[in-house]
């Protein structure tokens, strides 16, 4: 799910960027250190979209180095149990397939894909097919997927979850 | 009876007469015992003594082998004499279903006179019942209990309190009363009863004889059991049904069969070569048809005297006391094995069958405080509950919906409850073959769920009372077999790693190259337990278990864990990446407090004393190093500046460039390139051209450190550093300073030179006197001996140095004269000898001014072999780096010559020049031909084919790994290779055509363009 999050960035600037375009300096600083990275509380980082306070700098009394305080607000992305998430398929194996959702991997399960789906060791590239259904459903790389988020992992700086596609409206979109 | 008569009660031990059958020929003979029984209940009234079976031939090897030939001729005959016995047995069987109820009149009649005979209150029995049989001591037991009742009221009651028998004591009664004389008037006129020894039980032992020491499992039909002995010893097996003796049980078996096919003198001969044939299902099919023990009955097959149902499982009958009953746990792959299927395709059934059979049942042990469990049976089966507490065999439960079912705490046997988990929960599994992994639920299935596990992204199954809900990812095993966490081990060749994480057989080493690797347990290599020594970048000796702080910005604190050459391995528990392990050069941290702790100018120091200067990079360190060793050594070599290309940074000529074309003491003499005016300016006031910091801090900070000897503030080593305002600041507390300040002594004292030779490992030079600077050094030196060619000639200049205690270096140095041009003798060799000498970084130390990378010596002069990339240098990412930095300015563009075909290059202006007006400037192209000073190249923008002045060029360094390079210059020029990764100024490069890495300057690469 995403969130509209006022956080919070410490930013330690060299004095070598102490000049008239600090602000900028330190708006990039922000965008580089912050976006794209992922934390277990609040999940991923997506993008910062409005700098809500610049604290003034202050001087570490040892290295010369300033430090600023930034408030920010960015769109983050944590994933939750129960989601209805929508991903594309990055590698299909006889266990399941993954499917990244944005910055986060998903592990489908061959346990939690429907009955009628077999995987197709044979097929190129490797696939799940729906088998005697009549709108054969195909499940291979790079194909769009529906699914749901069963359990989430969380780890400091990674994110990995199991979902299902073993439910009404899931599964190829 | 009141209860202060009961307290005088004794206990009579009575020694029951029983002629016992010993159960030793049970032991040896456990199998014949077993068959013979199981054969006997079949077909009790028929002889099949001369039937030859499978089973008795084991038996009877050694007798065989003598009757072999006898055995062998009767073999025809016994074949037909047992068939005949067969359709006896099977006609009688036959015979038996048919009228049951008329064999149970039988049996009825049979045995009806004899129940009569155990009366206990018998008068007179026949001399042959009273032949005792084992086991009686029960009946006797029983017998005394009637009799007790019967004469109750009568005349002469039985005076006796209790009457028991241990099972495990065969041939004894005890017997509790208030006189030996009431037993023994009890026991009168009992069956099987001979009294020969009455003892009273010591009151010790009385507690003994009542407790019952292991609690058994019950047996009942489903549960499983391993068999104790024999051929099937340690297998599982299954309980069918309790014989009515309950003594004896039916059990199904995976059979171990080993099938005749080729007739029994093969037969013979093979069994005694192999072991125990392996368990395998019975299957008619691979019998011979003409093998004649093999026939069907009721659904069974009877092959030989065994019974095999239709799936192909043994049953037999088998004794309890045969039967281990206790703790079996049998693994998920045992019950799959027994259940004979794929494990995924009839979950549910296993997940049946392990309930039943009492497998997958938790025991108290299995559940902790505030797990979800869930209750199985019983009138709140499917309650969801949190475990309070547990004891002994009582599990507490509150449930989970206390606010609805206002129930309060629940009590439950262990066995009734099963641990609740989630699709999707995390999960660590504590016991078992996957003890330690942790994953996510994948599928629950009754008791046995499916984990896909974090680490290998596999999927195990399990029992649920072997997983627990976990946070966290990491397992807590710290061993991987000889392996420890946070053991220095080598990996491969050259490199080593700490192990940061162990799961299972697999774990994360973080390598010497700051890179994580997961290797399985086999592909670790030895241990380092050698406890290393270095030198911090204030030359405080540093060993495994200081703690340190890094002197980059983020000063993380850490303990050192190995210090292997100049990298030490640190830990932190604050720091999240890679757990908390990482490295550092020894350069770049600084001893926080520890047992070597000692400041520079030899006082202890305060904590805040090095964070002034901590902000200093390693460059600043090693520089300082060296002023201090031509502080004291004396100036030898030539100056580095000569020669060099600087830019004059005040005065009328400010902003001019020049060319260095003499040196004396703080003054330089410039030729300036603009109209070849030769100017004398200080020192100081020349900044080198194209310099990075770490080389000007260099030339300066040798500056600096001499004349401080004289007086001097050393200020001029900061005066010129751009980047770092605080270096300024320190001023006189610059470390060359202090360095100069506390090494006089040592150093002017001849004496005392052996102690440079002796290096850093000497401990009386450890402990004494050493100075940082010296320790700084030796740590130099130290490094340069990791025996590789290249370094050998810096090696034994070196030493040379320490050996002659009294060379003018040293005369130079006590009188302080700064600038001493007679060089020391041990030095001007290696001058011209080693070639190796720019990139060398062993006499740079010694020789500061002497030899300076970017003095004339043009890349022409770098002969081959010296380049800073040497094959096979297993130090160079550590120690060589004082080389590589030194590289640095080593710029390939200080001349043409690096120009060459098919690599990438950008157009730069030059000097204030550029090319065709800047036009071109920053664009990027591929060299198509090189003719002198000239290049041709084909630009990427548009394709165009122009020739340009090489000096306006400059090759482009790889940036990415997995790039194709081309080494641009020294002893590889023109090989093309492969960039593996990046390692700050260095680039790990496999050359085409060779097997081996190298490792390079980026500088002295190029990217690769071939001509397409």
Known sequence: MFFLKNLTHTILLHPQYFGPNIQACLIRRLHDEVEGTCSGRFGFIISVI????????????????????????AIVFKPFKNEVVDGIVTSVNKMGFFVEVGPVTVFVSNHLIPEDMKFDPNSNPPSYISVGAENQQRIANNVNVRLKIVGTRVDATEIFAIGTIKEDYLGCI | MSDSERENYSDEEIEHNSKLKQEDDYDEDDDYDEEYESRSARNMFIDTEAAVDDEEEEEEEEDYDRKEAEAAASIEKSYLDERSHRQLDRSRQYQDEMDAEELAEQFKQRYASQSHGFRGNVDHVPQNLLMPDPGKERDIVFNMMRKYFDMEYSEHPVQILSIFTRDNLKGYLYIESESKAFVQKAIEQTNNVYMSRMTLVPIQEMTDVLTIRSKEAEIKPGSWARV?????QGDLCQIIEITESTDAVRVKIIPRLELK?????????????????????????????????????KGYWIYGSDMFNKDGYLEKEMKIISLDTNNINPTLDEITKFTGGAIGENQTDLAELSIT??????????????????????????????????????????????????????????????????????????????????????????????????????????????????????????TIGPYDIHDLVQIGYNNV????????????????????????????????????????????????????????????????????????????????????????????????????????????????????????????????????????????????????????????????????????????????????????????????????????????????GRISDGGRTPMYSGAKTPRTPSYRYDGSKTPSYRYDGSTPNPYSDGSKTPAWDAGSRTPGYNMGSKTPAWDADSSANSRNSYGQSSYSNSESGTSNYAQIPATPAYGAADVETPYNPATPAPFTPSIPQTPGIPSTPGPLYPNTGSVRPTTPFTPADYTPGTQFTNPATPFMPTGGD????????????????????????????????????????????????????????????????????????????????KQQVKVIIGKNRNQIGNLHSIDGNDGIVRMVNASDIKCMNLKALAKYRPKS
């Open chain 2, 357 to 478: 059979s009492g497998t997958a049942v938790a025991s108290t042990e299995d559940f902790f405080v505030g797990e979800h469990v869930e209750v199985t049976e019983g009138e709140l089966i499917n309650l969801h509950g949190i475990v309070k507490s547990v004891d002994n065999d009582i599990v507490s439960i509150i449930p989970a919906d206390s606010e609805e079912l206002d129930t309060g705490v629940l009590t439950f046997a262990a066995n009734q409850l099963r641990k609740r988990f989630l699709e999707g929960d995390h999960v660590k599994v504590i016991n078992g073959k996957h003890k330690d992994e942790t994953g996510l639920v994948l599928k629950i299935v009754g008791t046995i769920i499916t984990v896909l596990s974090d680490l290998t992204l596999k999927e195990i199954v399990v029992f649920s009372k072997d997983l627990k809900a976990a946070a966290e990812i990491t397992s807590t095993i710290a």
């Open chain 1, 50 to 73: 409005e700098i809500t306070s610049i604290s003034r700098g202050m001087l570490h009394p040892t290295s010369g180095f300033a430090e600023f305080k930034i408030e920010y607000k």
């Open chain 2, 228 to 232: 104790k002995r024999g051929k099937y």
């Open chain 2, 497 to 704: 790693g700490v192990i940061i994480k162990i799961e299972r057989d697999m774990c994360k080493v973080l390598d010497n190259y700051g890179q994580v690797q997961t290797i399985s347990s086999k592909n670790l290599g030895q241990k380092h337990n050698r406890k290393g020594l270095a030198s911090d970048a204030y030359g405080n000796t540093i060993s495994p278990g200081d703690t340190v702080q890094t002197t980059d910005s983020q000063k993380r604190k850490a303990v050192i864990l190995h210090v292997y050459r100049g990298l030490a391995f640190l830990y932190s528990r604050e720091y999240p990446e890679n757990e908390g392990v990482f490295y550092e050069k020894t350069d770049n941290i600084l001893l926080v407090n520890g047992k070597n702790m000692k400041d520079d100018d030899g006082f202890s120091k305060p904590f805040g004393s090095y964070s002034r200067k901590n902000f200093q990079n390693r460059n600043n360190n090693n520089n300082n190093r060296r002023n201090n060793i031509r502080g004291r050594g004396g100036r030898r070599g030539r100056d580095n500046l000569l020669g060099r290309t600087v830019t004059l940074t005040k005065g009328p000529f400010k902003g001019y460039l020049g060319i260095v074309k003499d040196c004396s003491g703080d003054m330089v003499r410039v030729e300036l390139h603009t109209n070849s005016k030769v100017i004398t300016a200080p020192r100081d006031e020349v900044h080198e051209q194209g310099e990075n910091y770490s080389n000007q801090n260099y030339s300066h900070g040798g500056y600096s």
């Open chain 2, 261 to 297: 096919k080729k007739g029994l003198l093969d037969n013979k001969k093979r069994k005694k070569e192999e072991g125990r044939p392996p368990q395998k299902l019975f299957n008619p099919n691979d019998v011979d048809k003409s093998d004649h023990n093999l026939s069907k009955s």
């Open chain 2, 882 to 961: 004082y080389a590589l930095s030194n590289v640095d300015d080593l710029l390939p563009t200080a001349t043409d010559d690096w120009a060459t075909e098919e690599i990438e290059v950008v157009i730069v202006p030059k000097n204030g020049e550029e090319f065709n007006f800047g036009v071109y400037n920053n664009q990027h192209g591929v060299i198509e031909k090189v003719d002198k000073h000239h290049c041709q190249v084909i630009l990427d923008q548009n394709n165009s084919n122009i020739t340009i002045p090489t000096k306006f060029l400059e090759p482009v360094c790889p940036d990415q790994k």
